[in-house]
T-cell receptor
């Protein structure tokens, strides 16, 4: 079974600085998708970024980018120029076939 | 992205009663919807996969007779918590995978329903 691990339960970053959230996963499949979701206090899940495993190029969405290392099964999220609104729970997720597997989450605090 | 609604957003019920939660896909037809449960400060736990026109697929450990799922149309799935107990109190979230192939690998989440069983 696939598993997703986020080794940092909590992280903090100074406003305008850069922070990297870690995620590793375990799978025997070669074709899959990886996601980072943000869950603010409202608890609405919001897609931040996604990566197709067959693409070598790292995905980027404005201030958010990933470092996808397929061989190492690592999928970290980098947030640049952190803003107060980035404070939230961040979940790394894996999708192979029809099933989604979520990591335990990292709570990110942004310090003014 | 797709807009997904859930109703109610918050419900309080007495122990032993049943509660129905609706999940609607407002922009897309969805052959597949997921139901998740989230405890405070924890991750999402998949409960079941709801397939339009067929029986739901439940994850191991989830009681299918307690958590009844009906996916009667391409835009509506319902989760009924039967004979609710205080331990069923949780945050329930649905998500939708649009039927359109181009969006197939992305799920869109509803805003969640907070259930409190007294």
């Amino acid at each position: 079974a696939q598993t997703v691990t986020q080794s940092q339960p909590e992280m903090s970053v100074q406003e305008a600085e850069t922070v990297t959230l870690s995620c590793t996963y375990d799978t025997s499949e070669s074709d899959y998708y990886l996601f980072w979701y943000k869950q603010p206090p409202s608890r609405q899940m919001i897609l931040v970024i996604r990566q197709e495993a067959y693409k070598q190029q790292n995905a980027t969405e404005n201030r958010f980018s990933v470092n996808f290392q397929k061989a190492a099964k690592s999928f970290s999220l980098k947030i640049s120029d952190s803003q107060l609104g980035d404070a939230a729970m961040y979940f790394c997720a894996y999708k192979g076939g029809q099933n989604f597997v979520f990591g335990p989450g990292t709570r990110l605090s942004v310090l003014p | 992205g797709a807009v997904v609604s859930q109703h109610p957003s918050w419900v309080i019920c007495k122990s032993g009663t049943s509660v129905k939660i609706e999940c609607r896909s407002l922009d897309f037809q969805a052959t597949t919807m997921f139901w998740y449960r989230q405890f405070p400060k924890q991750s999402l736990m998949l409960m079941a996969t709801s397939n339009e026109g067929s029986k739901a697929t439940y994850e191991q450990g989830v009681e299918k007779d307690k958590f009844l799922i009906n996916h009667a149309s391409l835009t509506l799935s319902t989760l009924t918590v039967t004979s609710a107990h205080p331990e069923d109190s949780s945050f329930y979230i649905c998500s939708v995978i649009p039927s359109a192939a181009i969006l197939y690998n992305e799920q869109f989440f509803g805003p969640g329903t907070r259930l409190t069983v007294l």
